[in-house]
């Protein structure tokens, strides 16, 4: 069982910036991790994950803009976000999961996600 606490949120204008933080009651050295968003009346999107060797991959929208990090000895996984579009607006989740391939896929185990809203 893995215990997720995101934060970082809040409303910011476009054009500006938001640290995301993600927090495992775990280690998370052993698990590949990823960020999803879920915009209102939207599926959850994948924007970007960090494998255990710390190779990163995003979403095409955020490729430039958004950059995601660990800290292992922190339990941590951050998403960095410069440049926000309204269309960035969602809540933001992190994911522990693996690669198949270059397939991310996720355990079940989630927070309760942290909102991003970006409106001027």
């Known amino acids: 069982q893995v215990h997720l606490v995101e934060s970082g949120g809040g409303l910011v204008q476009p054009g500006g910036s938001l640290q995301l933080s993600c927090t495992a009651s775990?280690?998370?050295?052993?698990?590949?991790m990823g960020w999803y968003r879920q915009a209102p009346g939207k599926q959850r999107e994948l924007v970007a994950t960090?494998?255990?060797?710390?190779?990163?991959r995003y979403v095409e929208s955020v490729k430039g803009r958004f950059t995601i990090s660990r800290d292992n000895a922190k339990n941590a996984v951050y998403l960095q976000m410069n440049s926000l579009k309204p269309e960035d607006t969602a809540v933001y989740y992190c994911?522990?999961?693996?690669?198949?391939?270059?397939?991310?896929?996720?355990?079940?185990?989630w927070g309760q996600g942290t909102q991003v809203t970006v409106s001027s």
């Open positions: 994911n522990p999961g693996y690669f198949l391939g270059s397939k991310f896929s996720g355990y079940d185990y």
């Open positions: 775990t280690s998370v050295s052993a698990y590949a």
């Open positions: 960090i494998s255990t060797r710390g190779i990163t």
